[in-house]
């Protein structure tokens, strides 16, 4: 099975083909974009294929990261696999972040419970964690630092994600620490994705709503569209006189 993977969970726009099969990469593309997934990653796509030497008749399936991460960017990612897979008639396998990091924090020191924790602003982790044999046994869920403290130290787990410093200091002790970022290696994806096969349609995977919202000064009244029409001049306050048949109106 030759897959595409597509990630755009946090800064990076990335896509790579992985024969599943063999057991290996066939090319990426990868940038460090911060924003303006939606711009480029077609463009990412498409250089992914061809360094694989790959078209897209030939793949198999299509794997997305689908969060915690960018509001925007799950948006983008999932969409660009949802409709690939559809116009290609293959599956789109979502595999999330929480998971991939996990992952690669096992594979570094295996046999080890694994606790991955993004830092999601105003004083909250989104996080997961993860038994010896990379089960899930809590969240994927919004927690704070002193809970997120406590599953890690309890469980000696090993440490994943960008919340991995806070997590640490807040213990007082060390940690063995896998990959400090926000979102794995594309290739990760590639192979969580092989191994779990067909499921449910990805979804985008929000831990919380959107931060960006309307300012309410900048919101604009809402017409109300039962409201009578007016007949005739006369509830304009108008006094109309006929106009001759020369007469134009001004």
Not at 222 to 245: A, I, M, T, V
């Amino acid at each position: 099975m030759k897959l595409l993977a597509i990630d755009c969970a946090a800064n990076l726009c990335a896509a790579c083909v992985y024969d599943a099969g063999a057991g290996a990469e066939l090319g990426r593309h990868v940038l460090d974009l911060g924003k303006g997934h939606a711009e480029h990653l077609m463009a990412v796509i498409e250089a992914a294929l061809n360094a694989g030497g790959m078209g897209y008749k030939g793949l198999d399936a299509i794997a997305v990261s689908v969060g915690p991460g960018s509001f925007t960017g799950l948006r983008v990612g999932v969409s660009a696999a949802r409709g690939l897979a559809l116009a290609l008639k293959v599956p789109a396998i979502g595999v999330t972040t929480l998971e991939a990091l996990a992952a690669e924090a096992a594979n570094t020191f295996p046999g080890r419970a694994v606790l991955a924790a993004l830092d999601a602003g105003r004083g909250e982790l989104h996080a997961a964690l993860f038994d010896k044999a990379l089960v899930l046994t809590y969240g994927p869920a919004v927690a704070n630092l002193a809970q997120a403290t406590a599953l890690a130290t309890g469980a000696t787990a090993v440490l994943a994600g960008t919340a991995t410093p806070q997590i640490a200091a807040a213990a007082g002790h060390d940690f063995d620490i896998g990959p400090v970022a926000a979102t794995a290696d594309i290739v990760t994806y590639a192979r969580l994705a092989a191994a779990k096969g067909p499921g449910e349609k990805p979804k985008p995977f929000y831990l919380r709503g959107a931060d960006a919202k309307p300012q309410a000064g900048y919101i604009l009244p809402r017409q109300d569209r039962d409201r009578p029409k007016r007949h005739g001049l006369e509830e304009q306050g108008r006094n109309p006189q006929k106009r001759g048949s020369g007469e134009k109106e001004s």
